[in-house]
């Protein structure tokens, strides 16, 4: 048995230095880490300034003045003189008509008439498929302005090849209705290749799985197309039908400034052909350059609509 008394001996412990907070980087080490990105950004940055903002900020400014161009004519202050010109007169309602009759015009040459060719030519394998698609984009790579010379002679009213296919002598660029059913069908020419390449590389994006899938089940080719393949393919008509809204009235001023010169009595005048006719013809820069902001303004509003309803309806293979 063991007797006795316990002493309590204190542990001797090794002492532990402090933990030092680690000392933080100067801060020019700090902008040298994070200065990459934006070194990348900064040449596309600078561009999108210069020739963007830019002019744009001066075509407000300009929107404000009354200037005739003349490097020797200075600008005088109006205030919102231009504007009040451009509500009163009904150049500005009857453009904006015009332009919204070239989109609707243009829609079928932009999204429905490319939705057919693209699904037809699906069929076409081989060789044959690759020259059809050539020749289907090839009034793309014509000239706008060249293709128009050939244009003015085809429809002209005497000897154009079109009056003597149709067996009629309409006067399509001097007549107020055919001019402008002329200019549409002249641009939709043109675009209608671009168009089905696009919907042509949507259709090739979307994963063959699903229609094999469908196929399986006893899916029809008719509900194939209405259940998979179309709202599939709707980011890539989401797409065509925001550039024909926004870009129409653009793809026709060569076309109108080459063969009709806004005429006849303004029935091809849309807001880009408004815009080089105050500015360039009238002399009236003044003028063109509110009638530049207004439109501007009402077209980022026209786009953010779309974009909001494109992001709703618009099917994606996540």
């Known amino acids: 048995m063991v007797s006795g008394e316990f002493t ?20 020019w080490r700090r902008a040298a880490r994070a200065a990459p990105p934006y070194l990348y950004l900064a040449p596309a940055l600078v561009m999108l300034v210069v020739w963007t903002y830019r002019p744009l900020a001066q075509t407000v400014q300009l929107s404000f003045h009354s200037w005739n161009l003349l490097p020797t004519s200075p600008m005088a202050d109006v205030g919102l003189a231009n504007y009040e010109r451009l509500l009163s007169t009904p150049d500005l309602g009857d ?3 015009r332009t919204v009759l070239v989109i609707l015009g243009l829609l079928p040459f932009t999204v429905f008439v490319p939705v057919l060719v693209s699904l037809l030519s699906r069929r076409v394998k081989g060789r044959a498929g ?10 793309m790579l014509v000239a706008p302005v060249a293709g128009a010379a050939v244009w003015q002679w085809l429809l002209d009213p005497d000897a154009g090849v079109v009056n003597s296919a149709l067996g009629t002598r309409i006067n399509w660029l001097h007549d107020a209705g055919p001019a402008q059913l002329a200019i549409i069908l002249i641009t ?16 090739t994006g979307i994963n063959p799985d ?8 006893g899916a029809s080719r008719g509900q194939i197309l209405r259940w998979i393949t179309l709202p599939m393919l709707s980011p890539t008509l989401a797409f065509l039908l925001l ?37 360039f013809h009238s002399y009236d820069a003044g003028l063109g350059a509110a009638a530049g902001v207004i439109f501007f ?22």
């Open 130 to 139: 690759a020259a059809y698609r050539a020749m289907v984009f090839a009034p």
């Open 243 to 279: 550039m024909t809204v926004l870009l129409s009235a653009q793809w026709t001023f060569p076309l109108i400034d080459t063969l009709t010169q806004g005429g006849p009595a303004g029935s091809t005048t849309t807001v880009y052909y408004l815009l080089w006719d105050y500015g």
């Open 8 to 27: 309590e001996v204190a542990v001797v412990r090794p002492r532990v230095p402090a933990a030092v907070p680690a000392a933080r980087p100067a801060w």
């Open 188 to 203: 939709g020419w043109h675009l209608v290749g671009f168009a089905v390449l696009v919907v042509s590389a949507g259709l």
């Open 95 to 97: 453009s904006v008509w």
């Open 297 to 318: 303004i009402g077209f980022v509003l026209v786009a953010a609509v779309l974009v909001r309803l494109s992001d709703r309806l618009s099917h994606y293979d996540d």
């Open 210 to 217: 699903y229609a094999e899938a469908a196929q399986v089940d």
